[in-house]
């Protein structure tokens, strides 16, 4: 998919991009995944959907990894570089996996963020997700409490 607006496409992750979208992940997360976890969705095969951004001369600047379970959908992991943050990719990445989502039997979908992540938050309440409880202390790298999101399909 090509988003005309912004010369990036939207394309299915690859074992090439470990080591690129692990260095993408470290600009965006405080606490980043490394290449092995990554990896480790990738080889989630059909339950699984990681997909990445690229520029035209194939730069990544966002991903999401998410995956099913039975009726669940759950995002594990989503990243924009933050010189590309409210352009909307976030959104186009959110939609595009719920509606993959759907196609594989999801009914309900469900995430944790992080308390201060003002604007996923707002984010994933423009897109239907309501709070539902509350992870103490959830994030290792700060001790930071993690919002429980869930949303009907």
Not at 30 to 39: K, L, M, Y
Not at 95 to 106: C, K, N, S, T, V
Not at 130 to 136: A, E, L, P, Y
Request: hydrophobic share 45%; with cysteine; net charge negative.
């Amino acid at each position: 998919m090509i988003l005309a607006d912004s010369g990036l496409r939207m394309r299915p992750m690859s074992m090439k991009d470990l080591a690129t979208v692990s260095a993408v992940d470290e600009i965006c997360q405080p606490h980043p995944w490394g290449p092995a976890n990554f990896q480790g969705e990738l080889l989630r095969g059909e339950s699984g959907f990681a997909r990445v951004f690229e520029d035209s001369e194939g730069a990544l600047s966002g991903y999401m990894c998410a995956w099913t379970v039975a009726d669940e959908f759950h995002v594990g992991n989503i990243g924009i570089l933050p010189s590309l943050r409210r352009r909307g990719l976030g959104r186009l990445l959110m939609e595009e996996a719920h509606a993959w989502a759907r196609e594989h039997g999801a009914r309900f979908a469900h995430l944790e963020v992080r308390a201060g992540n003002l604007a996923a938050i707002a984010l994933y309440g423009d897109l239907g997700y309501r709070r539902v409880g509350v992870r103490k202390a959830y994030y290792a790298d700060n001790g930071e409490d993690a919002h429980l999101l869930v949303a009907d399909l």
